[in-house]
């Protein structure tokens, strides 16, 4: 067989095979293949068919190339690639839209946009402090004026109301602007800014510009152009650290946005544009430039038709107040800001979380001229005295004051230290000193309030005689022995609870709590108002000598109850709070009778007569009728005074701290002085603060309706002896008779160095007499260890010692704390009677 490949035909059909190449002969027509039939029908093509098609003559030629672009023309794109192009673009765009449209969602506002800080008022609504970084306050539109937001349209984007979202022909001027060297120039709308300043941030990127375009398109669909102005107007940054419209109406002209006048209001819009360089107060050189953008806002009111012609003609440029460093809360508004948060979270009215993110416009009842003299007599009376380089102890020396109005219990004074950013412990509401002596008028309150007799059964008035021996232990008490010592360890004898209470005797008032039941003497406290989870407020005969430690503010509420004629209602220091314009409800003042009204005004008769004669007599220089108590904690680490008017009470305190470790200490030698008590320093300083406050106020009386045998002097029973009858040598109502007794005169009681506040009897007990002396004395009970009666009775009267109750005096320590020097008072004198002040 032959290695050539056959090829078979079918019926019509040659068959052919193939051949090497160069077979064709060379007679051959053009156009033919050997095998191929004649006509040039190929081989194994249908018969009739011919080349080109079924007529044989070429039918349908192939389509002619176009010929080919040549030259210049070649750079150049034809229509069609022109129109595909633009074709191909617009829908890149359409879908580029769309993309973006529906994958940039509206984020959730930034921090810093809602931030705000809390504005703190006077009760007359001046300014008095703000918290927080940020220096925002949010308010609604409708409190901002009209002519404010027009300023504000005109100099920013007057087709607001009308326009869409983006302006993209004003963006595209703005670059062309910047391009061209005609000044940077926003081309963002209001809604864009908004946007950026609301939701993004200020960073200069594509990616920023990109999401603010899309969410201000959206935004423009689904919220209202007046909630867009808002909200535009509320974050907006108009230098001086103000954000928003109201920071700015406060930083540039030291008022609320809606008492800004037109020029006003035109003047912050002008800061928009920038605010450091139109800031004419701190860049007067630039004043021209701010002018022009002013006049340029207010022109457009008119051209808008916001503004009559008539109008514009006569508005001046309104220069801004002078700049003022960022206050903070430096001086006293720290320490108030923080006395409202403890005030608005210990009462529930807001939560401390809640209150940390800002927003709330909070009025407090606090009066600024008020304020103002609080702070000037603190200065004058004590901090002036601080030197200290010459004394070590000055360095310790802090002082702390509260007032309040004793019909509203609204407080209307605070002084809380020497500045906040120095010493931020605030000493009005700090509770970790003791009170001292200013507690035991407590104690008579309670007495009074309860009907309570001595453990001799005599009722407890004011002309009420007790022992005031110093270190007598107290009688009718279970807990184990109790012997306080009295104040520089004077002893008093026989005394009244007047007498007693001038001079602070320690060991009256303990054997008083005792009679009355230092339960019900712990009652009373808490419901003139003194805190019942206060420190060391424990039911035992020392509560009457001041161990607890309740604030200065506390312990003004107590005493204001006492002003008020035993009516109790809680210290408010928040008039009003609003956020957002809505008002934020505040708990119910409730005003209730916490003592009988005999029990309050009593106790201020036997406070009256400390201030008229006793250990606060300083407290005169007030110019009013005034009631008072004098105090000091243990160890003299603080030294207080409480007291009142008709109309108002304050309460000081001078407290001994050192900086470094924050430990209490005496204030011995502080301030030039040997000893500092409640009748020096806080004294005067309640004198001076209370003239001032009341200046141009008529002088009111206090109205008194004292308990029944309150004026009446206690007669003692002449067989018992001890105390002396009125006209015989005996005591009287506070005070003492000429001679002491029938018998001749006294030649040891005569009180020879004492002061009003802080002396003591250097003459010591009394001597002379026919009878021999009086140390102590028989009681009716048994012996004493201080002495026995030397004699028998005089023509005057018996002599057997005193009023105490029985028992043997043996030893005790005053753990309570001590109370007042008794003011220079002779405590035994004349056999047959005593002198008691």
Same mark, same amino acid.
């Given at each position: 067989?032959?290695?050539?490949?056959?090829?078979?035909?079918?019926?019509?059909?040659?068959?052919?095979?193939?051949?090497?190449?160069?077979?064709?002969?060379?007679?051959?027509?053009?156009?033919?293949?050997?095998?191929?039939?004649?006509?040039?029908?190929?081989?194994?093509?249908?018969?009739?068919?011919?080349?080109?098609?079924?007529?044989?003559?070429?039918?349908?030629?192939?389509?002619?190339?176009?010929?080919?672009?040549?030259?210049?023309?070649?750079?150049?794109?034809?229509?069609?690639?022109?129109?595909?192009?633009?074709?191909?673009?617009?829908?890149?765009?359409?879908?580029?839209?769309?993309?973006? $449209?529906?994958?940039?969602?509206?984020?959730?506002?930034?921090?810093?946009?809602?931030?705000?800080?809390?504005?703190?008022?006077?009760?007359?609504?001046?300014?008095?402090?703000?918290?927080?970084?940020?220096?925002?306050?949010?308010?609604?539109?409708?409190?901002?004026?009209?002519?404010?937001?027009?300023?504000?349209?005109?100099?920013?984007?007057?087709?607001?109301?009308?326009?869409?979202?983006?302006?993209?022909?004003?963006?595209?001027?703005?670059?062309?602007?910047?391009?061209?060297?005609?000044?940077?120039?926003?081309?963002?709308?209001?809604?864009?800014?908004?946007?950026?300043?609301?939701?993004?941030?200020?960073?200069?990127?594509?990616?920023?510009?990109?999401?603010?375009?899309?969410?201000?398109?959206?935004?423009?669909?689904?919220?209202?152009?007046?909630?867009?102005?808002?909200?535009?107007?509320?974050?907006?940054?108009?230098?001086?650290?103000?954000?928003?419209?109201?920071?700015?109406?406060?930083? $540039? $002209?030291?008022?609320?946005?809606?008492?800004?006048?037109?020029?006003?209001?035109?003047?912050?819009?002008?800061?928009?544009?920038?605010?450091?360089?139109?800031?004419?107060? !701190?860049?007067?050189?630039?004043?021209?430039?701010?002018?022009?953008?002013?006049?340029?806002?207010?022109?457009?009111?008119?051209?808008?038709?916001?503004?009559?012609?008539?109008?514009?003609?006569?508005?001046?440029?309104?220069?801004?107040?002078?700049?003022?460093?960022?206050?903070?809360?430096?001086?006293?508004?720290?320490?108030?800001?923080?006395?409202?948060?403890?005030?608005?979270?210990?009462?529930?009215?807001?939560?401390?979380?809640?209150?940390?993110?800002?927003?709330?416009?909070?009025?407090?009842?606090?009066?600024?001229?008020?304020?103002?003299?609080?702070?000037?007599?603190?200065?004058?009376?004590?901090?002036?005295?601080?030197?200290?380089?010459?004394?070590?102890? %000055?360095?310790?020396?802090?002082?702390?004051?509260?007032?309040?109005?004793?019909?509203?219990?609204?407080?209307?004074?605070?002084?809380?230290?020497?500045?906040?950013?120095?010493?931020?412990?605030?000493?009005?509401?700090?509770?970790?000193?003791?009170?001292?002596?200013?507690?035991?008028?407590?104690?008579?309150?309670?007495?009074?309030?309860?009907?309570?007799?001595?453990?001799?059964?005599?009722?407890?008035?004011?002309?009420?005689?007790?022992?005031?021996?110093?270190?007598?232990?107290?009688?009718?008490?279970?807990?184990?022995?109790?012997?306080?010592?009295?104040?520089?360890? =004077?002893?008093?004898?026989?005394?009244?609870?007047?007498?007693?209470?001038?001079?602070?005797?320690?060991?009256?008032?303990?054997?008083?709590?005792?009679?009355?039941?230092?339960?019900?003497?712990? %009652?009373?406290?808490?419901?003139?108002?003194?805190?019942?989870?206060?420190?060391?407020?424990?039911?035992?005969?020392?509560?009457?000598?001041?161990?607890?430690?309740?604030?200065?503010?506390?312990?003004?509420?107590?005493?204001?109850?006492?002003?008020?004629?035993?009516?109790?209602?809680?210290?408010?220091?928040?008039?009003?709070?609003?956020?957002?314009?809505?008002?934020?409800?505040?708990?119910?003042?409730?005003?209730?009778?916490?003592?009988?009204?005999?029990?309050?005004?009593? !106790?201020?008769?036997?406070?009256?007569?400390?201030?008229?004669?006793?250990?606060?007599?300083?407290?005169?220089?007030?110019?009013?009728?005034?009631?008072?108590?004098?105090?000091?904690?243990?160890?003299?680490?603080?030294?207080?005074?409480?007291?009142?008017?008709?109309?108002?009470?304050?309460?000081?305190?001078?407290?001994?701290?050192?900086?470094?470790?924050?430990?209490?200490?005496?204030?011995?030698?502080?301030?030039?002085?040997?000893?500092?008590?409640?009748?020096?320093?806080?004294?005067? =300083?309640?004198?001076?603060?209370?003239?001032?406050?009341?200046?141009?106020?008529?002088?009111?009386?206090?109205?008194?309706?004292?308990?029944?045998?309150?004026?009446?002097?206690?007669?003692?029973?002449?067989?018992?002896?001890?105390?002396?009858?009125?006209?015989?040598? /005996?005591?009287?109502?506070?005070?003492?008779?000429?001679?002491?007794?029938?018998?001749?005169?006294?030649?040891?009681?005569?009180?020879?160095?004492?002061?009003?506040?802080?002396?003591? %009897?250097?003459?010591?007990?009394?001597?002379?007499?026919?009878?021999?002396?009086?140390?102590?004395?028989?009681?009716?009970?048994?012996?004493?260890?201080?002495?026995?009666?030397?004699?028998?009775?005089?023509?005057?009267?018996?002599?057997?010692?005193?009023?105490?109750?029985? /028992?043997? !005096?043996?030893?005790?320590?005053?753990?309570?704390?001590?109370?007042?020097?008794?003011?220079?008072?002779?405590?035994?004198?004349?056999?047959?009677?005593? !002198?008691?002040?």
């Amino acid at each position: 067989m032959s290695d050539e490949p056959q090829q078979q035909g079918s019926a019509g059909h040659q068959g052919w095979a193939p051949r090497e190449p160069g077979d064709t002969p060379a007679d051959a027509p053009k156009g033919t293949q050997e095998g191929a039939p004649e006509g040039g029908a190929p081989a194994g093509s249908p018969a009739g068919a011919t080349p080109g098609g079924a007529d044989g003559k070429g039918g349908k030629g192939k389509k002619p190339k176009r010929p080919k672009r040549k030259g210049w023309r070649r750079i150049f794109p034809t229509w069609r690639m022109v129109l595909g192009g633009f074709i191909l673009v617009i829908l890149l765009g359409v879908g580029a839209f769309m993309t973006g $449209y529906f994958l940039v969602d509206i984020p959730p506002a930034n921090a810093a946009a809602t931030k705000q800080s809390n504005v703190y008022l006077y009760a007359d609504g001046t300014e008095l402090a703000r918290d927080g970084k940020v220096n925002r306050e949010k308010v609604p539109l409708k409190q901002i004026p009209l002519h404010v937001q027009r300023a504000v349209l005109a100099a920013e984007d007057r087709d607001f109301y009308s326009e869409s979202a983006v302006d993209p022909k004003a963006m595209i001027r703005a670059a062309w602007n910047t391009v061209t060297g005609k000044g940077k120039q926003s081309g963002s709308t209001i809604t864009q800014q908004y946007v950026k300043n609301y939701y993004l941030g200020q960073e200069q990127t594509v990616t920023r510009k990109v999401k603010e375009f899309f969410i201000s398109i959206k935004l423009d669909r689904e919220v209202s152009k007046d909630d867009i102005l808002e909200g535009y107007l509320n974050t907006s940054y108009f230098g001086r650290n103000a954000y928003g419209i109201q920071a700015a109406a406060q930083a $540039y $002209y030291g008022k609320d946005v809606q008492k800004l006048s037109v020029a006003q209001g035109a003047y912050l819009a002008t800061l928009l544009n920038s605010p450091n360089a139109y800031d004419v107060a !701190t860049h007067p050189e630039n004043k021209p430039r701010a002018a022009g953008r002013w006049n340029y806002v207010l022109d457009g009111m008119v051209k808008e038709g916001w503004l009559a012609k008539s109008d514009r003609k006569g508005i001046e440029f309104p220069v801004p107040d002078e700049a003022k460093g960022t206050s903070g809360l430096s001086g006293q508004r720290g320490y108030i800001v923080k006395a409202v948060e403890e005030y608005l979270t210990a009462n529930k009215i807001i939560d401390e979380e809640t209150l940390a993110k800002g927003g709330y416009r909070i009025t407090t009842t606090l009066q600024k001229d008020h304020q103002e003299s609080f702070k000037k007599a603190v200065e004058d009376q004590v901090m002036s005295k601080v030197d200290k380089k010459a004394r070590k102890a %000055d360095r310790n020396v802090r002082a702390g004051g509260a007032s309040i109005d004793p019909a509203t219990g609204k407080v209307v004074a605070m002084y809380g230290g020497i500045d906040y950013t120095k010493q931020y412990v605030n000493n009005a509401t700090r509770r970790d000193y003791q009170v001292g002596s200013t507690f035991k008028p407590f104690v008579f309150t309670s007495a009074v309030e309860n009907g309570s007799v001595t453990q001799d059964g005599r009722t407890i008035t004011p002309n009420t005689i007790y022992d005031g021996t110093n270190k007598r232990p107290v009688q009718g008490w279970s807990g184990g022995t109790y012997a306080p010592e009295n104040e520089d360890q =004077v002893s008093y004898g026989n005394v009244t609870v007047r007498a007693a209470t001038d001079k602070s005797v320690n060991a009256v008032y303990a054997q008083m709590a005792v009679d009355v039941g230092s339960d019900k003497v712990k %009652d009373t406290a808490i419901e003139l108002g003194v805190p019942d989870t206060t420190p060391d407020l424990t039911a035992t005969p020392s509560i009457a000598l001041g161990p607890a430690t309740a604030s200065v503010l506390d312990m003004t509420e107590a005493y204001a109850t006492l002003a008020n004629h035993g009516k109790h209602g809680t210290y408010t220091i928040v008039e009003k709070i609003t956020k957002n314009g809505d008002e934020v409800e505040l708990p119910e003042q409730k005003t209730r009778q916490a003592v009988t009204r005999e029990a309050a005004d009593t !106790t201020t008769s036997i406070l009256q007569s400390v201030v008229e004669g006793g250990t606060g007599t300083a407290a005169q220089g007030a110019g009013r009728p005034a009631a008072g108590k004098t105090g000091t904690a243990e160890n003299d680490t603080a030294a207080w005074f409480a007291g009142y008017t008709p109309n108002l009470a304050t309460v000081v305190a001078v407290m001994g701290q050192d900086p470094d470790t924050g430990a209490h200490t005496p204030l011995y030698g502080a301030l030039g002085e040997q000893r500092i008590n409640g009748g020096a320093y806080p004294a005067r =300083v309640w004198a001076q603060f209370t003239k001032a406050a009341l200046k141009g106020k008529p002088v009111k009386d206090f109205d008194l309706e004292l308990e029944q045998g309150a004026d009446v002097p206690e007669v003692p029973d002449p067989t018992t002896g001890g105390v002396g009858t009125p006209g015989t040598g /005996g005591t009287t109502d506070g005070g003492t008779t000429d001679g002491g007794t029938t018998g001749g005169p006294t030649t040891g009681g005569q009180n020879t160095g004492g002061t009003a506040d802080g002396g003591q %009897d250097n003459g010591g007990q009394t001597g002379g007499q026919t009878g021999g002396q009086n140390d102590g004395g028989a009681t009716n009970g048994g012996p004493t260890d201080g002495g026995t009666t030397d004699g028998g009775a005089t023509d005057g009267g018996p002599t057997d010692g005193g009023a105490a109750q029985g /028992g043997p !005096t043996g030893g005790g320590t005053d753990t309570g704390g001590n109370g007042d020097p008794g003011g220079g008072a002779t405590d035994g004198g004349a056999l047959g009677g005593l !002198t008691d002040g």
